[in-house]
C-alpha cells in the first residue's frame, strides 16, 4: 500500500532546497545571475557583482544589453531566441561586457532553462576570460612583429630535441604551411652544404657554451637563398637542470645584401682613386728631388705632403681589403719604436690647427715592436672619433702606460658618452655609434680596421663609456 505524502512536510522539503539553492548561489565562486525571458537580470550572486563592479540592487531589474558591447547585442538576441522561442534547454556564447567602470570583461556564457511556478527562466554561469583574450591578442601582436621583422621564435627540448615554433617559423623556411613536426635535424636539409658543420659543432656545444648565436645561409624549400642570425640560450627547469634551448631565428638576408652593396661601391671607389693617387705621389716625390733653393718652410710642407700621401696609400688599400677577412688581409711591418713619440705625432695636427687641447700624459721612453703606421692609423682614428662625436668639447686626453706585459694607450674625450647597449656594436664593420642616433658621415670602417690592426698585433681593444661622461677608446699591445 502506498503511503500518503503529508502535505506539510512536502512544503517544508521544498523551502529546504530552496534555502540550500539560494545558498549555493550566493556562495558560488561562478559568477552567476537568474534570467526573465526578457533578458532582465532577476537575481545576481557576490561573485558577479565582483566582476561586474556593481552592487546587487544597482544591477538588478537592468536588461543584459544595457552592460552588453555592441558587436555583441546579437548573441544575446539569439540566446534569447534559441532558450524561449526554439525551446533549447541551453545555450553557450562568448559575450563582451562593460563593467561599472567602463572596462570591458570577457565571457564565456552558459545558460539553463528552470521553471518555477510555471514561469521558465535563464540560470546564467559567467566564466571570465579576460586574461585568455588578452593573452590571445598579445600572441597575435608577437606573430605580427615577427612576421614583419622576419623573425620567428624556435624552443627545442634538450630531452628529444623536439623543436616547437612561433608562427611564421616554417615560412622563413621556405614551406607554405605549417609542417606537422619539426626537430633539430629538420634544419639540416636547408642549410647551406659548407654551414651545415658550424651548425652542428655549436649546436652539440650548446651544454658547455649555453648559448648559440651564428649566421647561416640557407636553401629554403622553395629554392631561395637567405641568410638568417640562428640564436639560443639554455633555460633550467624548476630544479635547475638543463631543460630547453629557446632563441630567435631573423632572416638577415637584407642586411647581407645592403652589406655587399656597401662593399662593392667601396671596392669601386678605391679602384677610382688609386690612379689620382698614384700620380699624385709621383709629382711629390719628383718635387722632394727638386727641392734644392727652396726654403726649409716649403721643405718641410713637401716632406710633410709625402707623408700624408703615403697614409692615403694604406688608407686605400685598407678600404680595398674591408669587403674581405681584413685581419688575414694584413701584413704588418714590425719595427722597434718609441710609442711616446708615434703619440705626438698622431696628435700634431690636432695641435697646429689650434681647434683642440691634446693632453698627453704617461712615460716618453716606452719602447715597442709593433707595425708603427698601423698603431698611428689607430690612435688618429680614436682622436677623429673623438673630435666627431664630442664637438663642443675642445679637450682630448691621451694616456699612455705599462701594464705588466702590455703597452696601453687610452683615448679619452669628453663629450655625451656613449649608450651601454652600443658599446658592443662598435667595432663591428659600417656600425656608426653617432650622437643619440644622430647621423654623422664617413664609411663606419674606422674602429672595425682598428680593430682587426690590434687584434693581428695580438692585442686587445675596447671601450669604457657612461651617457653624460664621455667616453674612453683604449688598445692594448704586447711589448
Known sequence: MQQKTDPQDFEKRFLECDDKFNTIFKLTSAASKIIAPDLTILKVNDALTELM??????????????????????????LQMELWSNKLPFFKL????????????????????????????????????????????????LNMALKYS?????????????????????ELFGYDKLQPTWTIESYLPLIW?????????????????????LQLRLITKDGSLKWVNFQGKIEDDPSGNADKVLGTIADITRDKL???????????????????????????????????GLPDRLKALVAQSNRSVDKIVVLVDDLLNANKT???????????????????????????????????????????????????????NFLSNAIKYAPNARKVSINIEETGTAAKVSVTDYGPGIPEDKLSLLFNRHYQAGKLDTQYSGLGLGLFISSEIIKKHGGAIGVDSKVGSGSTFWFTIPL
Open 53 to 78: 563592479g556593481y552592487s546587487a540592487s544597482e544591477i538588478e531589474g537592468t536588461k543584459i544589453l544595457e552592460h552588453a558591447c555592441d558587436a555583441y547585442r546579437q548573441h544575446w538576441h539569439e
Open 258 to 292: 645592403a652589406e655587399r652593396h656597401k662593399d662593392d661601391f667601396i671596392s669601386i671607389a678605391s679602384h677610382e682613386l688609386k690612379t689620382p693617387i698614384t700620380s699624385l705621389k709621383t709629382s711629390l716625390q719628383l718635387l722632394a728631388r727638386m727641392q734644392e
Open 193 to 213: 652544404e659548407e654551414d651545415r658543420p658550424k651548425f652542428l659543432s655549436a649546436i652539440q656545444s650548446l651544454p658547455d657554451h649555453k648559448s648559440v648565436d
Open 150 to 170: 622576419r623573425m620567428a621564435v624556435w624552443q627545442m627540448s634538450l630531452k628529444n630535441n623536439a623543436v616547437h615554433r612561433s608562427e611564421g617559423h616554417d
Open 94 to 141: 562568448q559575450a563582451c561586457l562593460h563593467k561599472k567602470d567602463k572596462s570591458l570583461v570577457w565571457v564565456n556564457v552558459t545558460t539553463i532553462l528552470f521553471k518555477d511556478q510555471g514561469e521558465t527562466y535563464g540560470f546564467t554561469v559567467l566564466d571570465d576570460i579576460t586574461g585568455l583574450k588578452d593573452f590571445g591578442e598579445s600572441q597575435k601582436r
Open 326 to 380: 681584413y685581419q688575414d688581409q694584413l701584413d704588418l711591418k714590425k719595427t722597434t719604436f718609441n710609442l711616446y713619440t708615434v703619440v705626438e705625432e698622431s696628435s700634431g695636427h690636432l695641435r697646429l690647427e689650434g681647434s683642440h687641447d691634446v693632453d698627453i700624459s704617461g712615460p716618453s721612453d716606452l719602447m715597442v715592436t709593433a707595425d708603427a703606421e698601423r698603431i698611428e692609423r689607430v690612435i688618429i
